[in-house]
């Protein structure tokens, strides 16, 4: 790790979570120079749902690459873009009856919400945008100003403003609906909240501590916004794609979002791409008025038709989600209740579920023992009190066993042996997949 800190910035940050300098990785397994594996829970923080180097989409980008295929082409048409459009219009919005346009923005999640306050503020003429309690939304100046985490406000330099903040569900105790406070916010007029062009959410925050939004909440937050002339942007970056065990996370809810931003799984391979999906009349742009050099990476385009096709084309991906978020679930609970010194909480929805500690330093030590027997795992919550249990969506049944038996085990070593030494696991070849 010396090699890093001498010339890396001091803002490195997973490199500290996970420190081996990794070489390889394949499906649901990383390995480092010295040649230990690790069951990846991570994902590139919801990046390879689909794992790491799929050997589909790999030989697809091979084919591409050998072909000489066009790999930057900023926003011009293209062979792989036609073939994305063409995925993403049959296989994902047409069955799912969406009437949306496609707007490419730069290749990280922030450049589509960047885009979407934009579209929003134009489209509405009003500057104010309303972000939740515990939202995360990028770093970059509007989305960092959505963004509720002080950490990540305070690095701005500037007053973020433009943005109110009003709780998500939950947020003011389990007792108090939030709804009747952000409806009385927007309503009444001497609250001093600005009336909005849109709110901006995210139906489980994943950075937030994996807070979870009912159905009923969103569908309430939707009529606020429908009551009001304000739009709804569901930041779907981390949820979607899949994650939360449906292509979108809002699927099957009742909610028809104003506009909808795709980034981390949507490339496929790990390989930077994001999009606004916006309501055709919210399209009020000239042409070359957002732009960006790496609008629609074509390498990008390709891996991420491939795995529409290979993933969404029929129901069976997404059954096939259901029984292994049923089972991590019930293995979730049945840790609650054996370690009731140790979590307070458990929660989530498909693969994107958290294990919320009493203390956020024993949540520390939980994931440093656990990247020591060979498991990734990231903290995320305002305090970093939760574990974010994100494995790849293709992660097999025992790989799966094997990280939460890693999982079980630190929590044992750091709560239960803690004043003995901590047990010794044995180190396990796993076939890579
Ligand atoms: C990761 C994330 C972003 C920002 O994406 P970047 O690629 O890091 O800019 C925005 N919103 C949500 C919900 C995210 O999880």
Redesign the pocket.
């Known amino acids: 790790m010396q090699f890093f800190n001498h010339l890396e910035s001091n803002v490195r940050g997973y490199i500290r979570s996970f420190p081996a300098v990794f070489k390889t990785a394949t499906g649901s397994i990383l390995v480092d120079e010295e040649g230990k594996q690790y069951i990846d829970f991570f994902s590139g ?2 990046t390879l749902n689909y794992g790491h180097n799929h050997p589909v989409f790999k030989k697809k980008l091979i084919e591409y690459l050998n072909e000489d295929g066009v790999v930057h082409g900023l926003d011009m048409a293209t062979t792989a873009k036609k073939d994305f459009l063409t995925a993403f219009e049959n296989v994902i919005l047409k069955p799912r009856n969406l009437n949306y346009k496609i707007q490419f923005t730069g ?7 960047e885009a979407a306050l934009k579209i929003a503020r134009l489209a509405k003429q009003r500057a104010n945008i309303v972000s939740f309690t515990g ?6 100046m509007g ?1 960092v100003a959505a963004t509720g985490n002080v950490l990540y406000r305070s690095g701005a330099g500037v007053p973020l403003d433009n943005t109110t903040f009003m709780p998500y569900e939950k947020y003011l105790g389990v007792e108090h609906d939030s709804l009747d406070y952000i409806r009385k916010f927007i309503a009444n007029t001497s609250s001093g909240v600005d009336l909005p062009a849109a709110f901006i959410v ?1 139906t489980v ?3 937030g501590g994996v807070n979870v939004a009912s159905p009923k909440w969103l569908r309430g937050l939707q009529a606020i916004c429908r009551e009001f002339d304000i739009l709804l942007i569901i ?5 979607g794609c899949g994650r939360t065990g449906q292509f979108f996370s809002f699927e099957g809810m009742g909610i028809e979002p104003d506009l909808v ?1 795709l ?2 799984s949507l490339g496929g391979y790990g390989l ?1 791409m ?1 999009l606004v999906l916006l309501k055709p009349e919210l399209d009020q742009w000239e042409p070359g008025q957002h732009n960006g050099t790496f609008r629609g990476n074509n390498l990008a385009f390709v891996a991420a038709a491939e795995a529409i096709h290979t993933f969404w084309s029929d129901e069976s991906f997404s059954k096939e989600l259901t029984v292994k978020s049923h089972r991590l679930q019930s293995d979730l609970f049945a840790l609650k209740l054996r370690y009731p010194q140790a979590i307070k909480d458990v929660r989530g929805r498909g693969m994107l579920h958290g294990i919320q500690m009493h203390d956020p330093e024993k949540t520390k030590a939980v994931a440093e023992r656990a990247f020591e027997l060979g498991l990734l795992v990231e903290r995320c919550g305002s305090e970093d009190e939760v574990l974010k249990i994100i494995p790849p969506l293709v992660i097999d049944e025992a790989l799966m066993n094997e990280g939460m038996k890693i999982i079980n085990q630190s929590i044992s070593d750091v709560f239960e042996n803690f004043h003995q030494a901590p047990a010794k696991i044995e180190r396990k070849e796993y076939a890579s997949q």
Not at 135 to 140: K, P, S
Not at 235 to 239: F, G, N, R
Request: glycine content about 16%; charged content about 15%; cysteine-free.
């Open positions: 923080a919801g290749p990280t999640g922030t450049n589509a919400v939202g995360f939304h990028g770093v970059t989305s995210e925050q994943g950075e930041d779907d970056i981390q949820a931003l980034s981390k930077p994001s």
